[in-house]
């Protein structure tokens, strides 16, 4: 990707290996549209860290928004900080220079379990204690949002003194009331009473009870008294869920796109996507505010319109035509093949889009009905041909492997599906007389926290690695056709951390003090990590059940076994109350 490498030569130039220097190039590089701050009136300093490289921080909109929504407060002003690579001198803000302990507030953005390791280098190049409950008051209060902080906090939840659990724009106002009138906050009191925030967990104020005959499952979870029992999800509404980026610049991975939220929560219930519950219910951004920010975008800027099933809203093609209208070009985060109607097809080719990203999970029709994601292969096909008609030469394809109860029949249902693409992908390109690419990327499937399929495992590695190479085998040498199969270690740390618990902490930060792999910390602090990995239960106290989501467990439950009897479910309609979150 050409913006990857741009961002690794300037880390790589040894002018630019001093994390100072660097910074202000990126500096330089950004159009800011967070104006009329008056950040030397706020009295307190907080700093938001992400905790990987400033290209892939600045590609992220929940982390712009806290930034934005912190700069906003009036009281509070914020800078930011990232993963560096030299830390030898303590990690430092990209605004001011000033070093992470000097702040009273800093707040971690977390959207990746791979990340959490990052955590740990950032926190110990500042020589700030890992657990929350080793810092004094001479330390600033850290916290952490975002969606891997409510989707499952345990893993690292000891580390803060705070978590938001849900959404920004809903949790903000009242945590920033709590804290506004004090000049010098006063930590403890701080921590404590923002517990009777709803949205805000304490992590401190809960013990995780292991059983004595068998550490992987938990047999209790006790709080604090005057704690309460879980911590519960808070999100916006309608008019509050719009965001967009305030910052642009050439060196994030989103190279110079305006990214403009259209819609929060997705209503189609795909059973292995924990983004698709934990943001529910599906909220549409109003559409004057979407053409405003539209119309915000710079010269050489592209809007580039954010949601989970991009094209599901009801204003999406006045949307795209107000853009095009506009003069502004747009991509769209994510396509779903039964949106993809003339209209639209030709507004994206319009736009001068040349790679769809589409997801497609398997080709078999047994897995699709278990994964509620009921696409026949003969439309994906039909729709493959209709997008590359239209010149769009770019086409990729997401693919899902290692799934529950997978059998050798559905990966070849799968290799048919994408020799069947590649054959209409030609076959339609030489009549356009331009053959372009087509990417299939396939990655191992990880069981999430609140999801129907939490409840299974994650594959065996060795049979992954078999499954990997039948994937390979499979396509080799297909002409115009590109396989990628994700790193499967990588898949296996995240699966460790996506359903751990407070046990994974312990794992994560030994093997961090040790300089050790996580299943050779696992195994010296006498754990197996297959016992991570296994198939749960289903009447097991899960470690994520201090957090409510809104979703109960009893609706995943059903839903799991919905999938088990390859039933689907309907998506979100009016009138349904079926999952608990609509009231
Ligand atoms: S209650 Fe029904 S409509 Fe509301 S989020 Fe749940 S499934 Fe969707």
Same mark, same amino acid.
């Given at each position: ?367 699709? %009905?278990?994964?509620? #994601? ?10 493959? +041909?209709? =997008?590359? *008609?239209? !010149? @769009? ?121 040790? %300089?050790?792999?996580? #299943? ?10 297959? +016992?991570? =990995?296994? *198939?749960? !239960? @289903? ?45």
């Amino acid at each position: 990707m050409k913006n990857s490498k741009f961002i690794n030569t300037a880390r790589r130039n040894p002018a630019y290996r001093d994390t100072s220097g660097l910074y202000d190039i990126y500096l330089k590089s950004e159009r800011n549209r967070l104006e009329n701050l008056n950040r030397a009136k706020a009295h307190l300093k907080a700093v938001m860290v992400f905790p990987n490289y400033y290209g892939v921080a600045m590609s992220n909109l929940g982390f712009l928004r806290a930034y934005e929504l912190i700069n906003r407060s009036g009281f509070m002003s914020c800078d930011r900080a990232f993963m560096q690579d030299d830390l030898s001198k303590g990690v430092i803000s990209l605004e001011t220079r000033r070093r992470l302990k000097d702040y009273d507030f800093i707040f971690f953005s977390l959207s990746y379990e791979n990340d959490f390791v990052n955590i740990l280098s950032i926190l110990s190049a500042e020589k700030i204690p890992f657990l929350s409950k080793d810092r004094n008051s001479g330390f600033p209060i850290i916290m952490a949002g975002g969606v891997i902080a409510f989707l499952n906090p345990e893993p690292v939840a000891p580390l803060f003194d705070l978590m938001f659990i849900g959404e920004a724009e809903a949790i903000f106002p009242d945590f920033f009331e709590k804290i506004k009138s004090q000049n010098e906050p006063d930590k403890y009191e701080i921590i404590n009473s923002s517990a009777g925030i709803k949205g805000i967990y304490v992590p401190s104020a809960y013990d995780f009870i292991f059983d004595s005959k068998n550490p992987y499952i938990l047999s209790e979870i006790k709080n604090t008294k005057g704690f309460p029992k879980r911590a519960v999800r808070r999100w916006t509404d309608e008019n509050l869920s719009f965001s967009s980026s305030v910052i642009t610049t050439e060196f994030s991975e989103l190279s110079n796109i305006n990214m403009i939220e259209i819609e929060r929560g997705c209503k189609r219930g795909c059973r292995f996507c924990s983004a698709g519950f934990i943001y529910l219910p599906l909220r549409e951004s109003k559409i004057d505010a979407v053409n405003d920010a539209v119309s915000a975008t710079g010269e050489n800027e592209k809007a580039g319109f954010v949601g989970f099933g991009t094209m599901d809203g009801k204003n999406i093609a006045k949307i795209m035509r107000f853009s095009l209208d506009s003069g502004k070009n747009f991509s769209l985060s994510s396509v779903r093949f039964d949106c993809l109607d003339e209209n639209n097809l030709d507004m994206i080719k319009e736009s001068g889009i040349k790679t769809v990203t589409l997801g497609i999970e398997t080709g078999s029709e047994r897995l699709k %009905k278990m994964l509620n #994601k009921v696409l026949s292969n003969e439309n994906i096909i039909t729709s493959v +041909g209709d =997008i590359v *008609k239209r !010149g @769009i030469t770019g086409i990729k394809l997401y693919f899902m492997f290692g799934l529950p109860h997978e059998e050798k029949d559905d990966l070849d249902d799968t290799l048919k599906l994408v020799k069947e693409i590649l054959k209409e992908f030609i076959s339609v390109s030489k009549a356009n007389k331009r053959i372009g690419k087509l990417t299939a990327s396939f990655s191992p499937f990880v069981p999430k926290a609140w999801t129907p399929l939490q409840w299974e495992n994650f594959e065996d590695l060795k049979i992954l690695r078999r499954k990997a190479a039948y994937i390979a085998n499979g396509l080799r040498n297909m002409p115009n056709l590109d396989v990628n199969i994700n790193s499967l270690n990588a898949a296996f740390m995240e699966a460790f951390f996506a359903r751990g618990s407070r046990l994974s902490t312990d794992i994560l930060i030994y093997s961090f003090l040790n %300089k050790t792999s996580i #299943k050779k910390a696992a195994e010296d602090k006498g754990y197996r990590m297959d +016992g991570f =990995i296994r *198939k749960i !239960g @289903i009447g097991e106290l899960l470690p994520w059940d201090v957090i409510d989501q809104g979703v109960t467990k009893k609706y995943l439950l059903k839903e799991y076994k919905r999938a088990l009897d390859l039933k689907t479910t309907p998506q979100c309609f009016e009138g349904c109350k079926r999952c608990g979150v609509c009231a």
